[in-house]
């Protein structure tokens, strides 16, 4: 990603985070902003994502830390994951799925055998657009893990008539659920799918809105959504989006976009404030090598506990912000 590029995705992450004129529930009534502090950084990766290649090979993955300080000294911290495209109980445990991103079936043992040994008992897979290969790969993870729940994303990369060929051969091999087979706007497809009923067929691509999945169920295109806050412009608009998929007895996945630490956490404590059970593909710490937090996230044996305490449960070292940030391009912090 071009450094103009980034600086233009960071301006347009802290503008689309609408901040109010006071700080909100939580804060004296009295409270407000005194300084925006805005960071943009890229956090290091590991491993192989498709999503964050480049031509000199891994990008990192960009995210924009955000610094809201009120004219009482209270401060909080926000975080945004822009890309160029597109309550909470105490001491709850969320199972994480470890992602299963490869272009040959010879690499799949190491990488299944690495999510192991890192403790995950759960795996997503990338799919399309060759079935055939789809489903050695699926196979191949339900062989090495047979206790799975094994989750197929497409991101839109079938065309109908494959994804009809492919959803029955998915299931057949062991797959629990297909995410966005086709591009949001395949209606019919998404329809002849639904009717088909392979698979549980789940959208994640084109859902923004709580409006989106209302007219995506009134159109009979779904079985479920998967969840992504960073992608939905914040809590409060996935918080809605849960309840709605609750409302009309759908399955809902919790999911994300690499979150790192900050947005993490948010997730973390939205999900666990609806008791989210299945395993979510937040693969922030799979790809992830740094973090801004004093005290870092917990991952053991494949769960993250859901934080507790203030706000989102965390601390966000500024040190570390100031540091990853000088490391990612070399800027100053952005001032409003």
Known sequence: MKRREFMGYAMAAGAALGFPRSLGAGAPAKAKIDRIDIFPVIYPTAGYFKFFGGPGGSAGRAAVIVKITADNGTVGWGQAVPLPKWGKPDGALIPLSWTVNVSDIEDVGALVDEGKKRGYRHFNIKVAPDPDFDAALAREVRRLAPETFLWADANGGYELETALKAA???????????????????????????????????????????????????LGMLDGVAMKPARCGGLASCRRQVEICLEHGLMWLGSGLTDPDISLAASLCLYGSYGLKKPAALNG??????????????????FAPVPTGLGLGIDVDEDKVIDLMNRSSGDRLLRS
């Open 168 to 218: 029955p051969r998915l299931a057949d091999v062991g797959v629990d659920v297909l995410e966005s087979p086709l591009r949001p706007n395949r209606i019919s497809g998404y329809q002849a799918l639904k009717k088909q009923g392979a698979l549980p067929i789940l959208m994640d691509e084109g859902v923004v809105s709580p409006t989106d999945i209302e007219e995506f169920i009134k």
């Open 285 to 302: 710490p799979q790809f992830l090598t740094v973090d801004v937090l004093k005290k870092p996230l917990r991952i053991e044996n494949g």
